[in-house]
């Protein structure tokens, strides 16, 4: 069998696919890529179903070695990865020769790259899903980032060909903004009219506290007018959560399914991926859309995706 | 639409492709019930592009494919269920009982929450194995149960700061509520003892020991019992 072998294992790296559905009520989060277009695309670039388990690397990526020929894609952010010494392209499909290392430096743009594998990477799934779910140790490799000489299978390749690269209209549309949008969150009415006007003309840093769980900005301080801890509730990916210390948490992939803490606002699905490009020190600013208006842009940017063929 | 809806019952969005049902506002068992009745009828009937399902105390929040529906699509699809709650009829709550070794390194909290309620150790192990608790919903991390009937001699405030790390295990107290952290993670309640139970294995095809509604008593172990049963 076509085996990946890690040689370094960079920063974070871990396997996931687009995560598992349904698990809620035993309080599982989906997991999944922190920048599921950037997944989808790779895998369609190799002749994958979307859904196929590929590798995320995090700021700093590893060194790969392959133990067969391969068709592989680089997506995501850019990590000046190279193949035996030699640059390689991202965004499209690339031959690899059995044995060859492909290595990943740190970033030069967003906070994750993406690398996948014609036939794809299939580790074991766990209820459903071979992504990995740090927080909780399942899924993946053991349920654990990647290290020195994890040994990770290739699956058999489906009858879907390689695509050819990107085209630069579709690439800008994937790429990942820094103008994040979000709709009302269940307990805007709770905070003050001074936070509700800030919350959109202020400028965010992201914090060094940015993993699969959550992403914590910092931000002028935000106020309640009525309501501290509410009855804890169901929370949605994406939500955006004030604790008691007046600062926001943008609940990600690997978040705990319920809190007690008021939510302000919720980033639209269409901006999700752009969330897992964020990197410490970042700045963005959030953008108030209808729901409509956020439906509008999730479908616009499925079209475009279905687009290309 | 709406008048087939229990009054108690209202809709409000969380997210494009999220929706709060909130079944009312304060913590029951009848509410609970509800949701209970609710989950099981969308588990035996399940909605077509319904993608999860997160039940809490007094509320259940959908998460369903935008692509699909927008919340006035969903609310309509939801509705008829909701209207149907009356009729199903929930099986009798599973007994789950949990061996709990309490106190010294297993539940490094227990003498403070005895000293915060001028009670001694065994007053506070005596009552927390006292009572029959209701599994409200798992939630929080995999496998967490939120369980609700804590004796109110035992409320006791979270940690000002949570801990980095808890030991897989661990039985702990937050305001009213106690319950059993099933992997190590972070946590601010107070930890009085530990279970040797796997409370969450992937691998198997119950992955949880818990499920919404389960009727949970804790048993006290020694630490012997401890040893022997976490060997096994």
């Given at each position: ?309 | ?111 403070e929450v005895a000293s915060i309620h001028k009670l001694s150790l065994d007053e506070i ?108």
């Amino acid at each position: 069998m076509s085996v990946l072998t890690v040689l370094a294992p960079g920063l974070l790296t871990t396997v996931q696919d687009l995560g598992r559905e349904g698990y809620g009520p035993i309080g599982v989060s989906a997991s999944g890529a922190a920048d599921a277009l950037s997944l989808r695309v790779g895998n369609r670039l190799v002749g994958n179903p979307e859904g196929a388990a590929g590798i995320e690397m995090t700021l700093l990526g590893g060194q790969l070695q392959f133990s067969q020929d391969a068709t592989i894609a680089l997506t995501g952010a850019d990590f000046g990865a190279t193949l035996d010494e030699r640059a390689v392209f991202q965004y499209s499909s690339i031959s690899v020769k059995a044995g060859q290392i492909a290595k990943f430096g740190p970033t030069r743009s967003g906070a994750r790259a993406y690398l996948c594998v014609r036939g794809g990477i299939v580790v074991p799934e766990f209820l459903g899903s071979r992504s990995t779910h740090l927080l909780s140790g399942l899924g993946g490799v053991e349920g654990r980032a990647l290290r020195n000489g994890d040994v990770l299978p290739v699956g058999e390749s489906t009858p879907l060909p390689p695509m050819t690269t990107l085209s630069q209209k579709l690439r800008a549309g994937a790429a990942p903004r820094k103008t994040i949008r979000v709709t009302r969150g269940p307990h805007w009415k709770n905070f003050s009219k001074a936070t509700q006007e800030n919350v959109l003309r202020q400028t965010y840093v992201v914090t060094e506290e940015a993993n699969r769980m959550g992403i914590r900005l910092k931000g002028t301080q935000f106020e309640l007018a009525s309501g501290g801890e509410m009855i804890t509730e169901g929370v949605s990916l994406g939500a955006i959560q004030v604790t008691p210390s007046g600062q926001p948490i943008i609940l990600f992939v690997e978040q705990q399914t319920t809190g007690g803490y008021p939510k302000i606002a919720n980033v639209i699905a269409a901006d999700l991926s752009s969330v897992g490009q964020l990197r410490p020190r970042d700045e963005i600013r959030l953008e108030l859309v209808t729901m409509e208006t956020a439906r509008a842009l999730y479908r616009e940017q499925e079209n475009l995706l279905a687009s290309w063929k | 639409m709406k008048d087939l809806l229990p009054r108690t019952i209202t809709f409000q969005p969380a997210s494009d492709q999220s929706l709060l049902i909130h079944f009312g506002k304060t913590i029951s068992l009848n509410t609970h019930r509800q949701i209970v009745r609710f989950l099981k009828l969308l588990e035996s009937e399940p909605v077509e592009g319904v993608k999860n399902l997160h039940p809490a105390y007094c509320s259940m929040l959908v998460e369903f494919d935008a692509l699909k529906f927008g919340h006035a699509e969903i609310e309509a699809l939801l509705a008829p269920y909701l209207g149907r709650l009356s009729q199903v009829r929930l099986p009798a709550a599973r007994l789950r009982e949990i061996p709990v070794c309490y106190g010294s390194e297993f539940g490094p909290d227990l003498a403070e929450v005895a000293s915060i309620h001028k009670l001694s150790l065994d007053e506070i192990i005596r009552l927390h194995s006292s009572v029959t608790y209701t599994a409200f919903f798992l939630g929080f991390v995999p496998g967490f149960a939120y369980l609700g009937g804590l004796p109110a001699e035992l409320a006791t405030p979270r940690l000002a700061s949570p801990r980095k790390s808890v030991p897989a295990g661990s039985v702990a107290i937050g305001g009213n509520q106690t319950g059993v952290y099933p992997a190590s993670t972070p946590g601010g309640w107070r930890l009085i003892g530990r279970t040797p139970l796997k409370l969450f294995d992937p691998t198997v095809a119950h992955a949880s020991f818990f499920e919404i509604g389960d009727e949970v008593r804790f048993v006290p172990i020694s630490a012997e019992e401890f040893a022997r049963m976490a060997a096994r």
